[in-house]
């Protein structure tokens, strides 16, 4: 931020703006993404919790933690709003107000972009999944991965645990690629019983059986567009040759019916499980994991990508935040970081959602939080907050656990803490739950 005399300089938002948003013209290849940068560059430079341009208006009542400035008006018809969320306890100045306010006139140039390629306040489908939050190192390589592979229409693998959002990353690479307009259809391979998962992919003709009548396999639900395949791997040997042969000839013949469909899709397959390693225990087809391994896209877990966990976080508090305001208090946060999320961004969600349904304060405190989340948080932390404890009673409780961890080795335990030997004797001898003489009245 420039200064000048002690004070902001008041053209460094403009400036600030306008390069955030020329540097990113040259590697997006989306608007969408374009103004996402921009909402992300204009969020850091005021120190806002999230900032959003919308085609909708902003919530009645007003609430002081909501700055919102009209987006000046153009040629696409839709009204917009730039609309800033801040921490309830901040205070939002005059200069933070002006910066939205130049926000909002660079925000008319995104939407106008936007507008003329087709984008502006077209209604998504979706799910209501988180999109790609995160500003660390993995996601933001995951996003680069997807702008490129989003450019051709080869067939695509997304590896990644349970809850980590394979299934928004296939959503983001038919949006930003050339079938956008087309339908995106997806289908759980796990959920499919063994007996219809040729007709459910393949379709069926009318009267081949009793009762049935004839529909559209996905295949074909998904032409012009893209098919996406989740947990691929469990499917069976023999849907797995089946699956290999539509997707070689692209094309597909219904049950019961003698004549081959052609069909223009791609193909996108998602797994929690490395196919590499099923194919060298038997479980898979080496020549399907050929056909499926051409690109790949790794999505990483939340425990790997801890940076993002406070920013998700907040996401979906704002998501919520027509039910109730809340901020995370620190002893929160530091439990939702040290946690190692084993169901990654889709646990986060839920223990958000638990959060804001029981909550009865302004705040996500410790005690809102799933006892399995807080592990020792809530044998040690919780217990020693609601009595008071002294930080000398925490030390000496920690030096304790350390002390015990390292087989009751004070030499190697003092290396581990970082502290000379007399300091940890001096944290072993105190005693809190022992009144000390010479204590001061008040």
């Given at each position: 931020?420039?200064v000048?005399?002690?004070?902001?300089?008041?053209?460094?938002?403009?400036?600030?703006?306008?390069?955030?948003?020329?540097?990113?013209?040259?590697?997006?290849?989306?608007?969408?993404?374009?103004?996402?940068?921009?909402?992300?560059?204009?969020?850091?430079?005021?120190?806002?919790?999230?900032i959003?341009v919308?085609?909708?208006?902003?919530?009645?009542?007003?609430?002081?933690?909501?700055?919102?400035?009209?987006?000046?008006?153009?040629?696409?018809?839709?009204?917009?709003?730039?609309?800033?969320?801040?921490?309830?306890?901040?205070?939002?100045?005059?200069?933070?107000?002006?910066?939205?306010?130049?926000?909002?006139?660079?925000?008319?140039?995104?939407v106008?972009?936007?507008?003329?390629?087709?984008?502006?306040?077209?209604?998504?489908?979706?799910?209501?999944?988180?999109?790609?939050?995160?500003?660390?190192?993995?996601?933001?390589?995951?996003?680069?991965?997807?702008?490129?592979?989003?450019?051709?229409?080869?067939?695509?693998?997304?590896?990644?645990?349970?809850?980590?959002?394979?299934?928004?990353?296939?959503?983001?690479?038919h949006?930003?690629?050339?079938?956008?307009?087309?339908?995106?259809?997806?289908?759980?391979?796990?959920?499919i019983?063994?007996?219809?998962?040729?007709?459910?992919?393949?379709g069926?003709?009318?009267?081949?059986?009793?009762?049935?009548?004839?529909?559209?396999?996905?295949?074909?639900?998904?032409?012009?567009?893209?098919?996406?395949?989740?947990?691929?791997?469990?499917?069976?040997?023999?849907?797995?040759?089946?699956?290999?042969?539509?997707?070689?000839?692209?094309?597909?013949?219904?049950?019961?019916?003698?004549?081959?469909?052609?069909?223009?899709?791609?193909?996108?397959?998602?797994?929690?499980?490395?196919?590499?390693?099923m194919?060298?225990?038997?479980?898979?087809?080496l020549?399907?994991?050929?056909?499926?391994?051409?690109?790949?896209?790794?999505?990483?877990?939340?425990?790997?990508?801890?940076?993002?966990i406070?920013?998700?976080?907040?996401?979906?508090?704002?998501?919520?935040?027509?039910?109730?305001?809340?901020?995370?208090?620190?002893?929160?946060?530091d439990?939702?970081?040290?946690?190692?999320?084993?169901?990654?961004v889709?646990?986060?969600?839920?223990?958000?959602?638990?959060?804001?349904?029981?909550?009865?304060?302004?705040?996500?405190?410790?005690?809102?939080?799933?006892p399995?989340?807080?592990?020792?948080?809530?044998?040690?932390?919780?217990?020693?907050?609601?009595?008071?404890?002294?930080?000398?009673?925490?030390?000496?409780?920690?030096?304790?656990?350390?002390?015990?961890?390292?087989?009751?080795?004070?030499?190697?335990?003092?290396?581990?803490?970082?502290?000379?030997?007399?300091?940890?004797?001096?944290?072993?001898?105190?005693?809190?739950?022992?009144?000390?003489?010479?204590?001061?009245?008040a």
């Amino acid at each position: 931020m420039a200064v000048m005399d002690g004070l902001p300089d008041p053209d460094a938002p403009a400036t600030t703006l306008l390069a955030a948003v020329t540097s990113g013209l040259s590697v997006a290849r989306e608007p969408r993404l374009l103004r996402a940068r921009f909402e992300e560059e204009l969020r850091m430079l005021v120190h806002a919790r999230s900032i959003c341009v919308r085609d909708c208006p902003p919530d009645a009542p007003p609430r002081p933690d909501v700055v919102s400035f009209d987006v000046p008006s153009a040629p696409w018809g839709t009204p917009a709003w730039l609309e800033a969320i801040f921490d309830p306890a901040q205070r939002v100045d005059d200069w933070q107000r002006r910066t939205l306010s130049v926000g909002a006139h660079v925000a008319c140039l995104l939407v106008q972009i936007e507008y003329a390629s087709g984008r502006w306040g077209r209604p998504r489908k979706g799910d209501g999944a988180a999109p790609l939050i995160g500003s660390g190192a993995p996601i933001r390589a995951v996003r680069e991965r997807i702008e490129r592979v989003a450019a051709t229409d080869f067939t695509v693998l997304i590896e990644g645990e349970s809850g980590t959002g394979k299934e928004l990353v296939a959503r983001q690479i038919h949006e930003l690629g050339r079938r956008r307009k087309g339908p995106f259809v997806a289908i759980n391979c796990a959920a499919i019983v063994e007996s219809l998962i040729e007709a459910e992919l393949f379709g069926i003709e009318d009267r081949t059986a009793t009762g049935v009548r004839g529909r559209r396999g996905k295949f074909e639900s998904a032409h012009e567009g893209t098919l996406f395949l989740d947990e691929v791997s469990d499917l069976s040997p023999a849907a797995q040759a089946k699956l290999l042969r539509a997707i070689q000839d692209l094309t597909v013949e219904r049950v019961g019916g003698g004549t081959a469909r052609r069909v223009d899709t791609r193909i996108i397959v998602a797994t929690n499980r490395p196919l590499s390693s099923m194919v060298e225990q038997g479980k898979f087809r080496l020549d399907l994991f050929y056909r499926l391994n051409g690109i790949d896209v790794q999505v990483p877990p939340l425990r790997q990508r801890r940076e993002d966990i406070m920013e998700l976080a907040r996401y979906f508090l704002d998501r919520y935040r027509t039910v109730r305001p809340l901020s995370v208090s620190i002893g929160a946060a530091d439990a939702l970081l040290a946690y190692d999320w084993p169901g990654n961004v889709r646990e986060l969600e839920r223990v958000i959602e638990r959060a804001v349904a029981l909550n009865s304060s302004n705040s996500v405190e410790l005690e809102d939080l799933p006892p399995a989340l807080l592990g020792g948080y809530g044998d040690v932390l919780l217990p020693s907050v609601r009595a008071n404890e002294s930080m000398r009673a925490w030390g000496s409780r920690y030096a304790r656990l350390v002390l015990e961890r390292c087989a009751n080795n004070k030499r190697r335990a003092c290396r581990e803490l970082g502290i000379s030997y007399h300091t940890l004797q001096g944290y072993l001898k105190f005693r809190p739950d022992k009144p000390r003489r010479g204590r001061l009245k008040a």
